[in-house]
């Protein structure tokens, strides 16, 4: 137990002590010896990358929310601003080229994800069969080849997107790539869930969905319409065995793995990741026409970002929420337009919520909430998706009068309620 505690504090020392201790008394055989400094060392794998992975306060080095003050087009195909000449936020628009169906890449505000920090969003068109899409752009990561990336997205599909056979055989959202010939995919893969690919690895499948997570589980059997989070944590490998991967999908963890092979021994792939690009392929959508599908709020750290899920890991987290210390929250805010709330008077407060509709296995996105005050429509949204087909029978059930504020009110404060009436 001294070495061991010595190991994982100490790796020099635990191993000293370890190659000390003596064979063949005490029972201790050479086989039961292996066994033992094997389990050694994997703890001590596991507790040097627990202990690489804390929060700081690191800018991250790439952030966008597609803010360029107008909209555009790649290579301006579209006969508006070339997107390419406006951008801000580091990003090589004109990587790509291609138009489809009189489509082309675009910045604009119908792309935006609402909740999230504002200006356009990219906007990409795919088609049906195989590799169908236009073009791709690619960031190039500053500093040079990375070995740690954290990347968080919002994604969504058009509403109703479907694929041939009911999901789709690959759909490659990010192409990460290293100076050497192996690449990281995070996408829907052929082995039927999420994964990040590992290419010009041995085993591409290496990291994959823990239970198995389908496209159909996040966007439904069609695509909901709804944008969605992702957040990925990749880390190189030094020696084909100790590099990490995880992914998050709307706040959960779906692939946490260690132990990977990202380079495939490659000794330029080991030196890092050097730059990506997005959307990418797949194959095979069966829709009829071009659909778009829309990116936002992206954000790549190098270093730990300042936030922790709640296993602890550092992540970027949602957009507008999410706290250290392992507290988050990852959800939808609504705000009104103008409304004015006044201290010291009565105010007359009504809402209605109404849940989403749920039709052949997945969500509608019809449910409603509208918020009136003093008599005034103040704020009405008629497209929400509050439950999933994983949720199909959750109803409301309880209102919770909970004023709340944060950390907590800098001050003492009251607020009356009278006269409560809920119906139905």
């Known amino acids: 137990m001294v070495s061991l505690l010595l190991k994982l504090l100490d790796s020099d020392s635990g191993s000293q002590c370890i190659a000390k201790m003596p064979l063949g008394q005490s029972g201790v055989t050479p086989e039961h010896f292996a066994e033992f400094v094997?389990?050694?060392?994997?703890?001590?794998a596991a507790s040097a990358a627990q202990q690489t992975e804390?929060?700081?306060?690191?800018?991250?080095?790439?952030?966008?929310?597609?803010?360029?003050?107008?909209?555009?087009?790649?290579?301006?195909?579209?006969?508006?601003?070339?997107?390419?000449?406006?951008?801000?936020?580091?990003?090589?628009?004109?990587?790509?080229?291609?138009?489809?169906?009189?489509?082309?890449?675009?910045?604009?505000?119908?792309?935006?994800y609402p909740d999230g920090a504002g200006g356009l969003g990219f906007r990409?068109?795919?088609?049906?069969?195989?590799?169908?899409?236009?073009?791709?752009?690619?960031?190039?990561?500053?500093?040079g080849p990375q070995k740690e990336l954290w990347i968080r997205w919002y994604q969504r599909y058009e509403q109703g997107f479907s694929w041939a056979g009911g999901s789709p055989q690959y759909d490659k959202t990010l192409y990460i790539n290293s100076n050497g010939n192996s690449s990281v995919l995070p996408q829907h893969a052929s082995n039927g869930g999420w994964a990040l690919t590992m290419q010009g690895a041995p085993d591409y499948y290496q990291a994959v969905s823990q239970p198995n997570i389908t496209w159909n589980?996040?966007?439904?059997?069609?695509?909901?319409?709804q944008f969605h989070l992702f957040e990925i944590y990749i880390k190189m490998d030094t020696n084909s065995s100790d590099g990490i991967g995880r992914m998050w999908i709307d706040g959960n963890l779906v692939i946490d793995s260690n132990g990977l092979d990202y380079s495939g021994g490659n000794s330029s792939s080991?030196?890092?990741?050097?730059w990506m690009e997005f959307h990418s392929n797949q194959r095979s959508p069966e829709n009829g026409r071009p659909y778009y599908v829309?990116?936002?709020?992206?954000?790549?750290?190098?270093?730990?970002?300042?936030?922790?899920?709640?296993?602890?890991?550092?992540?970027?987290?949602?957009?507008?929420?999410?706290?250290?210390?392992?507290?988050?929250?990852?959800?939808?805010?609504?705000?009104?337009?103008?409304?004015?709330?006044?201290?010291?008077?009565?105010?007359?407060?009504?809402?209605?919520?109404?849940?989403?509709?749920?039709?052949?296995?997945?969500?509608?996105?019809?449910?409603?909430?509208?918020?009136?005050?003093?008599?005034q429509l103040a704020l009405e949204h008629e497209n929400i998706i509050f439950r999933t087909a994983q949720h199909s029978d959750m109803l409301f059930?309880?209102?919770?009068?909970?004023?709340?504020?944060?950390?907590?009110?800098?001050?003492?404060?009251?607020?009356?309620?009278?006269?409560?009436?809920?119906?139905?």
């Open 294 to 375: 829309d990116y936002d709020d992206m954000a790549i750290y190098v270093e730990p970002p300042p936030n922790t899920d709640s296993n602890g890991y550092p992540w970027i987290g949602p957009v507008n929420g999410g706290s250290g210390g392992g507290d988050y929250w990852n959800g939808k805010a609504f705000e009104a337009d103008s409304a004015t709330i006044s201290r010291n008077t009565w105010l007359r407060v009504e809402a209605f919520v109404k849940l989403n509709s749920i039709q052949n296995g997945a969500a509608v996105a019809d449910g409603v909430i509208r918020y009136w005050l003093d008599g």
């Open 54 to 112: 804390t929060p700081s306060n690191a800018d991250p080095i790439v952030s966008t929310s597609f803010d360029y003050g107008e909209e555009c087009s790649q290579r301006g195909n579209l006969g508006n601003a070339d997107c390419g000449s406006i951008t801000n936020d580091g990003i090589y628009w004109n990587w790509g080229d291609n138009m489809l169906g009189g489509h082309s890449t675009e910045a604009v505000a119908e792309a935006n």
């Open 124 to 143: 990409s068109w795919v088609g049906d069969g195989v590799n169908s899409q236009t073009g791709d752009a690619r960031i190039d990561f500053p500093g």
């Open 397 to 424: 059930d309880k209102i919770i009068i909970a004023p709340w504020i944060g950390d907590g009110s800098p001050v003492t404060q009251t607020m009356w309620v009278d006269n409560l009436i809920v119906g139905k």
């Open 38 to 44: 094997a389990w050694v060392n994997e703890l001590v």
């Open 217 to 225: 589980d996040v966007f439904g059997s069609s695509s909901d319409g």
């Open 270 to 274: 080991r030196q890092g990741w050097t």
